[in-house]
Nanobody, 126 residues
Framework: DVQLQASGGGSVQAGGSLTLSCEAS????????SGWFRQAPGKEREIIAC????????YYSDSVRGRFTISSDNAKNTLYLQMNSLKPEDTAVYYC???????????????????WGKGTQVTVSS
């Protein structure tokens, strides 16, 4: 069975940093496109950042570009999201996801990933 376990969420003041981790079992991130998504109360799920399984290309939404960094450690089979300069509007539940077919480029990712982890809450106070 495939499992994605996200962790690292918490409460932080505006301007602070957090690093989210997503450990995978049953799949290898080096063979899957992967990404981070978030959903705030009353809002739709939003693509935040994705990384290509083919060439390591990364995609970022306009809302986080320049502040967040997605990366993966294939040896640890773990996906990361480094979040800097956090804002109150970054408050949401963050999810990691992976898919063997989604194509990620610097301008494109996709919501339709096959495998999703349970979310981790990030709360940013002003």
């Amino acid at each position: 069975d495939v499992q994605l376990q996200a962790s690292g969420g918490g409460s932080v003041q505006a301007g602070g940093s957090l690093t989210l981790s997503c450990e995978a079992s049953g799949l290898s991130f080096e063979n899957y496109a992967s990404g981070w998504f978030r959903q705030a109360p009353g809002k739709e799920r939003e693509i935040i950042a994705c990384i290509s399984r083919i060439d390591g290309a990364t995609y970022y939404s306009d809302s986080v570009r320049g502040r967040f960094t997605i990366s993966s450690d294939n040896a640890k089979n773990t996906l990361y999201l480094q979040m800097n300069s956090l804002k109150p509007e970054d408050t949401a539940v963050y999810y990691c996801a992976a898919d063997p077919r989604v194509v990620v480029t610097t301008t494109r990712c996709a919501y339709g990933m096959d495998y999703w982890g349970k979310g981790t809450q990030v709360t940013v106070s002003s």
